[in-house]
């Protein structure tokens, strides 16, 4: 009995110290981190970066929104926030390299024909 107890603490013990090491190592990772990225608390910090994307996003699409319809391409009736969407769509999509006309949505394959076609 004795001799089970002895064993059932030296397993705890054993375990604490091990749980102890792996603390000591974590706190020295998350001070390295800190340090080396100037971040105390990096919830807070994706929270302030998000805010501040979501509020260049509105601004992205308001100025859209009063590009096109000072070009003449605004869209005949939907709410602002739908036209806001359908020029940020229509603005986001990358670009050709070689002619500044938009990329198209689809990947041409070779068909088994040898030709090419569109999926």
């Known amino acids: 009995m004795k001799q089970a107890r002895a064993d059932a603490m030296r397993y705890a013990r054993a375990d604490l110290d091990e ?16 340090t080396r990225t100037r971040i105390v608390d990096p919830e807070a910090d994706i ?12 601004q992205l ?3 859209l929104i009063q590009y ?3 070009a003449g391409h605004g869209d005949c009736g939907g709410s602002a926030a ?17 002619n500044g006309r938009p990329l198209p949505l689809t990947t041409p394959t070779p068909a088994a024909s040898g030709r090419i076609t569109r999926r």
Do not use: C, W
Not at 47 to 53: A, H, L, N, P, T
């Open 61 to 63: 699409a308001e100025a």
């Open 19 to 34: 749980a102890l090491e792996r603390l000591k190592d974590a706190r020295q990772s998350l001070t390295s981190f800190r």
């Open 82 to 98: 739908d036209q806001g969407a359908a020029a940020y769509r229509r603005h986001s999509r990358p670009q050709s390299i070689s």
């Open 47 to 58: 929270q302030g970066r998000m805010g501040v994307m979501n509020n260049l996003q509105q």
């Open 68 to 70: 096109e319809s000072s």
